[in-house]
Nanobody, 122 residues
Framework: QVQLVESGGDLVQAGGSLRLSCIASGYISSINTMAWYRQAPGKQRELVATITRGGTTNYEDSVKGRFTISRDNAKNTVYLQMNSLKPEDTAVYYC????????????????WGQGTLVTVSS
C-alpha cells in the first residue's frame, strides 16, 4: 500500500513562513512529477506548484517569488517552503504524485494525501 502523508500546516500570522512536507511511504522505486495543490473554503482545488523528478519546477502566479517547491528523491519526500504568507493563502494543502512505481504490485497514478491545514491570520 502506497500513501502520501502531509505535515507542517499551522496557524501563522501574515508575513510569516511555514514549511510543508509530504512523505510517500511504501515499496517505492520511483516517483514522477509531484505537486502541491490547495483548496480554500468554498473554492475549487487549485494547483500551487509542481516539480519533476529531475527538479524542474513551475508555480501558480500568485505564489511565485514566495513559495519554493523542492524534493528529496532518496527520501520520497516533497516540500513546500512558504514565505511572506498572506491571508489569501489560507487553505488545505494537498500533496499529489502523478505516478508512483513500486517494487511489487501495480503503479499508482494521481495519488493524493489527506491534506494539511494552513491558516494565515491578518
Amino acid at each position: 500500500q502506497v500513501q502520501l502523508v502531509e505535515s507542517g500546516g499551522d496557524l501563522v500570522q501574515a508575513g510569516g513562513s511555514l514549511r510543508l512536507s509530504c512523505i510517500a511511504s511504501g515499496y517505492i522505486s520511483s516517483i514522477n512529477t509531484m505537486a502541491w495543490y490547495r483548496q480554500a473554503p468554498g473554492k475549487q482545488r487549485e494547483l500551487v506548484a509542481t516539480i519533476t523528478r529531475g527538479g524542474t519546477t513551475n508555480y501558480e502566479d500568485s505564489v511565485k517569488g514566495r513559495f519554493t517547491i523542492s524534493r528529496d528523491n532518496a527520501k520520497n519526500t516533497v516540500y513546500l517552503q512558504m514565505n511572506s504568507l498572506k491571508p489569501e493563502d489560507t487553505a488545505v494543502y494537498y500533496c499529489n504524485a502523478d505516478e508512483i512505481r513500486t517494487y511489487i504490485g501495480r503503479p499508482y497514478f494521481k495519488l493524493w494525501g489527506q491534506g494539511t491545514l494552513v491558516t494565515v491570520s491578518s
